[in-house]
């Protein structure tokens, strides 16, 4: 990430041109979106048929309308006199022998086999023409993925804590496309992209560039910086843009815990310090560190979920549950299972346990 200073001056001086504002086709290569792949033997089967159908209409054109044409040797045109007509005619080659010669089968040339000509060329020439009008598409893709992003999540980094977030979501069951990463580094945006995901290259503590993310629409925002005072700034600009949003900051120091709250942080991970903790009880309890590494790894063995209460266990207790409950979410409060407030569950609690997971 950029040197947050640097980034404020930079959007104060240009203010009047946030990225959010700018037409569509200059956000190419800043916003990307994820297409589809597919085989280059599929697309160039996919262009030898359209130029196999195209053939097959310009010769039932020329065929149906035979007594018009002058073929030099004479006799009215066979399936393959029209076939190699049009086959002449579509290349652009046209040797002469076979003419129309009738005004309705010049009209017919005019108003039929031209633009099956020029469709002809363009499917041979269909590469080139990707190329070119490449910027176009990702225009409008980006125009129509601007207009419909929705309750997706923004992933501010994607160093190694980003791409173990993302990789979590995704193990989760959440959709790559309801993923937009922001990071300022293309070598990683296009890791990230070949994961599927939407990127936008920019720094996370400009305002615009939070808005060309969709963050004034997202569900959750995950902050992974790699410096504390630009995960304050990020959390800070990105609660002011979506007050509703979930967001979850990662930091290094255990110092700065209190201003990820003031900025606006619903939850805050010190990485430092959790390594640290790991790092100490595996050497004396490694089993230990073990069972956290398993309930942190959704792909198998326990993992760590959460579900709503069911009507039949309202006013029961989470400890006389068949699931290991670790604690109770009420009023978006966490609770541990062992506080009496709790002995009782209501309507609308959700319950942290312990879940087996299947490969």
Do not use: C
């Not at 007509?85 to 040797?95: F, N, Q």
């Not at 804590?161 to 995704?170: H, I, P, Q, S, Y």
């Not at 959390?235 to 900025?263: C, D, F, G, W, Y």
């Amino acid at each position: 990430m950029t040197d947050p200073g640097d980034a404020v001056f930079g959007e104060r001086s240009h203010g009047a041109r946030r990225l959010s504002d700018r037409p569509d086709y200059t956000l190419v290569g800043m916003l990307r979106i994820p297409e589809i792949r597919t085989s280059p033997w599929v697309s160039l089967a996919r262009r030898v048929l359209v130029a196999i159908a195209l053939l097959v209409a310009a010769t039932a054109v020329v065929y149906a309308g035979r007594g018009g044409y002058h073929d030099n040797r004479g006799g009215e045109l066979s399936v393959l006199d029209a076939a190699y007509y049009a086959t002449v005619s579509l290349s652009t080659t046209g040797y002469g022998d076979i003419t129309p010669v009738t005004e309705a089968a010049r009209l017919i040339n005019t108003i039929v086999i031209t633009p099956l000509r020029v469709l002809f060329l363009i499917v041979l020439v269909g590469t080139t023409l990707q190329v070119l009008t490449e910027r176009s598409r990702q225009a409008f893709k980006i125009q129509r993925w601007r207009q419909r992003v929705r309750n997706h999540t923004v992933v501010v980094g994607y160093g190694t804590k980003g791409r173990t977030a993302v990789a979590a979501m995704l193990s989760d069951g959440v959709q790559a496309a309801k993923i937009v990463v922001v990071d300022t580094d293309a070598g990683v945006l296009e890791g990230a992209s070949n994961a599927g995901l939407v990127t936008v290259h920019g720094s996370a503590t400009r305002s615009d560039v939070l808005r060309l993310a969709g963050v004034q629409h997202a569900d959750s925002v995950v902050v992974a910086a790699n410096r504390d005072d630009t995960a304050v700034l990020v959390t800070l600009t990105a609660r002011e843009l979506s007050p509703k949003a979930k967001i979850v900051a990662s930091i290094r120091e255990a110092e700065n815990t209190h201003l990820l709250r003031q900025s606006g942080a619903d939850s805050v991970v010190v990485s430092s310090e959790t390594a640290g903790r790991l790092l100490g009880i595996g050497t004396t309890t490694p089993s230990v560190v073990d069972m956290i590494e398993d309930l942190l790894t959704p792909e198998a063995g326990f993992a760590i979920a959460e579900r709503d209460v069911e009507s039949d266990e309202v006013g029961g207790s989470p400890r006389h549950l068949q699931d290991i409950v670790l604690g109770v979410v009420r009023a978006g409060g966490l609770i541990r299972v062992d506080e009496p407030e709790v002995d009782a569950l209501e309507t609308g609690d959700k319950l942290l346990y312990v879940r087996r997971v299947h490969k």
